[in-house]
C-alpha cells in the first residue's frame, strides 16, 4: 500500500478530482506545469483555489524555460510579416512574462 499523500497542513488528501481538457489544453497546462517547477497536481490544486503560485528557480525550471522560450522563438519566426501570432502563444509568453518579473523580484 502506498504511503499517505498528505499536504504542508498534514491533511490527508484522499479525493480524487478530475477534469477533460483538450489536446492543446492539455498542451498549455502541461507547459505551465513544467515552468512552475511543481507537480502536475500542486499546480492544479493551487490555480483551482485560487492561490499564487510561487515559482523557486531551480535549473530544471530553467531548463524548461529555455525549451520553451525556444519553442517560441521558432513559432514567431514562422509567422509571415502582419500575420498575428495565435492566441496560445501570446498566453505562453505572457506567462513566461509573469514569471521572469516573478524571479526578479517585480510585481507587475
Known amino acids: 500500500m502506498s504511503a499517505k499523500n498528505v499536504d504542508r497542513h498534514n491533511r490527508f488528501r484522499n479525493i480524487t478530482v ?4 483538450s ?8 507547459r505551465a506545469v513544467a515552468l512552475s517547477g511543481l507537480p502536475k497536481q500542486e ?8 492561490r499564487d503560485i ?7 525550471m530553467f ?8 519553442s517560441i522563438l521558432k513559432e514567431l519566426q ?11 502563444l501570446l498566453e505562453d509568453i505572457a506567462l513566461i512574462t509573469k514569471m ?3 524571479m526578479k523580484g517585480e510585481t507587475k
Open 18 to 21: 478530475g477534469f477533460r481538457v
Open 23 to 30: 489536446p492543446e489544453e492539455n498542451e498549455q497546462l502541461n
Open 43 to 50: 499546480y492544479c490544486y493551487r490555480k483551482c483555489m485560487n
Open 54 to 60: 510561487i515559482v523557486t528557480p531551480n535549473p530544471r
Open 63 to 70: 531548463k524548461a524555460m529555455n525549451v520553451h522560450m525556444i
Open 78 to 88: 514562422r509567422l509571415s510579416p502582419g500575420e498575428n501570432p495565435k492566441e496560445e
Open 100 to 102: 521572469m518579473n516573478g
